[in-house]
């Protein structure tokens, strides 16, 4: 950032400026739980192995050294197969964003073009797929030619849409499920999505890679992710001949005469004009003439919310939070996906026999992110991640807890509505309870009567849904967190609030003391004097339905 300091104070000139030396620029992919987490190319076998032996974290599986090189045989519809630690499963070409770039998706048509021609082919129980984000997309893919050789590599068009990462790729095969979970084998999924969160892809594939189009079908066709691309051989080519990563990556000039040739302004044109003709199962949709949507109680996908039952037009102004027990003990980095998962409904889950109770059958269940409509869901939904940890389980991945006053171990959606049914308020601790991104799941947590969230650190987004709900974010004083202030989660919580909004502040100090005696202070994270009106109202819907009303 440069700042003219010879203009005139309240007319300062600013302008910023980012300098790149694409000299230093050099391939990378995400992994293997977060989007953020970085690994240059030439870097990723010796991080994988480190993840294989770091403990139990975004960074880490634990996998012991005796175990990391063993190899599970099984047999794939009649023929022989292996997977090991780092066998990819799931190989997805998907995102709503990066394939609309056409130099990417041409280059992963020549990645298959080029393995083709040398006689590679993606394994069969390689799970692999082909949803871009247009249908210019197809398009220009059949316009090169490019398509027939994805097709033949297994990245059949799907749809267009939100597939693999957002977990709706379905099932892997029962054979290749089978091999992984009765191995315990960290199987990978490599796909050109967003996300990447634990559970959110598969339920199966405890390491997930972000990576562009043509480096997912790399990775397809090498099968693993414990490659090193520069010295290793992807696979043995119809001539009996290595063949190495440098042999099928196409060069700049190759894909930028397929996209002079290719992606013509008569594909985005006509497609971009039928958006408005619809289909014909959507011109066939019957709307009402009602002012108002008319429920279907019978619908799975999509419910009446509670936000506005039984609300009145006075806020109910703020409220303390009085021998609130601990629903969840968490610890570093909780992201959005393991607050509310998007991904596939565990055939075991509360939300799985609402559905069953309901006439659902398991085929149908599809995902928490199809049926974000229906609050039911949701709510059944909300820390239903496989892979989350609950301090109070003892090292026990799963979305379940601890019902403190009886000891039982529940689901968390069953132990939050047991607190209710009781009359009791709950919180949740947490070290650094983060949104990273894609935060509107977030909303959920005020469904399972969660009061107040006390973290060492809240990601932006993330903090401004709890307010947005009416739910108390707290942040623990400098230096201290749960663990440094004895906290087990087992205690019961009060959280000391005036009833009065004017003695209330942005920011200030606040009291919270539990029943066996330990106080300590913590910091009021309504940040802003609107969010304090939010609170007031029981949550920024109720106060613009007043406002409105009020108008």
């Known amino acids: 950032m440069f700042v003219d300091y010879n203009e005139p104070q309240t007319e300062r000139v600013y302008s910023s400026y980012l300098e790149l030396d694409l000299a230093e620029v050099e391939p990378c992919i995400s992994g293997p739980k977060r989007p953020h987490d970085r690994v240059p190319l030439k870097e990723m076998k010796s991080d994988w192995h480190a993840c294989l032996d770091n403990k139990v974290g975004f960074k880490g599986f634990a996998v012991p050294k005796e175990q990391q090189d063993k190899v599970v045989k099984f047999d794939f519809h009649g023929q022989p197969a292996e997977i090991k630690h780092g066998s990819v499963v799931i190989a997805a070409i998907t995102s709503c964003t990066n394939t609309s770039n056409p130099s990417v998706m041409l280059g992963a048509g020549l990645v298959a073009k080029k393995a083709c021609e040398l006689g590679l082919q993606v394994k069969p129980w390689v799970k692999t797929s082909l949803a871009p984000g247009s249908g210019v997309v197809t398009k220009y893919l059949l316009q090169s030619g490019l398509q027939e050789y994805l097709n033949e590599q297994g990245f059949h068009l799907v749809g267009y849409g939100c597939t693999t990462c957002i977990g709706n790729s379905g099932d892997l095969d029962e054979s290749v499920s089978a091999a992984i979970t009765e191995n315990d084998v960290v199987a990978a999924a490599v796909l050109s999505g967003n996300r990447n969160f634990e559970g959110r892809v598969h339920p199966l594939t405890r390491a997930n890679y972000l990576a562009s189009p043509p480096l997912v079908v ?25 063949v190495y990563f440098r042999d099928i990556w196409p060069s700049t000039e190759e894909i930028a005469q397929v996209v002079q040739c290719s992606v013509l302004p008569d594909m985005f044109k006509s497609t971009y004009e039928a958006i408005t003709k619809g289909n014909p199962m959507w011109n066939q949709l019957t709307v009402p003439e009602a002012s108002l949507y008319s429920w279907d109680p019978k619908s799975t996908y999509i419910h009446e919310p509670p936000y506005f039952k039984d609300m009145t037009m006075s806020p109910p102004g703020p409220h303390a939070v009085k021998n609130a027990y601990c629903l969840l003990n968490f610890g570093d980095s909780i992201t959005t996906d393991h607050i509310s998962p998007a991904g596939s409904i565990h055939k075991d889950s509360p939300a799985a026999k609402y559905l069953l109770d309901r006439g659902v059958d398991r085929k149908d269940f599809n995902s928490y992110g199809s049926r974000r409509g229906n609050d039911e869901i949701m709510a059944r939904g909300t820390f239903a991640n496989i892979r989350i940890v609950n301090k109070f389980l003892n090292g026990e991945v799963g979305p379940k807890t601890i019902h403190v006053p009886t000891g039982e171990k529940l689901y968390v959606f069953d132990a939050a509505m047991k607190y209710k049914s009781e009359g009791h308020d709950t919180i949740v601790l947490a070290v650094l309870f983060l949104g990273n991104r894609n935060t509107d799941y977030d909303v959920f947590v005020c469904f399972q009567g969660v009061k107040a969230v006390i973290a060492k650190s809240f990601e932006r987004i993330h903090r401004s849904n709890l307010v947005g709900m009416g739910i108390i974010p707290l942040c623990f004083k400098a230096g201290e967190d749960a663990d440094s202030l004895g906290l087990t989660g087992h205690e019961r919580y009060n959280i000391e609030l005036p009833t ?21 202070t913590c910091i009021l994270r309504f940040d802003t004097e609107v969010e304090l009106a939010y609170f007031n109202h029981g949550g920024i819907l109720p106060y613009v339905i007043r406002c409105l009303a009020h108008n």
């Open 218 to 242: 790399a990775y397809a066709l090498a099968g693993t992710v414990d490659i090193d691309f520069e010295k290793e051989p992807i696979g043995v080519g119809k001539d009996g001949k290595e």
């Open 500 to 520: 009065n909004l004017s003695e209330i502040r942005p920011g200030q100090d606040v009291t919270v003391t539990t029943d066996n005696g330990k106080s300590f």
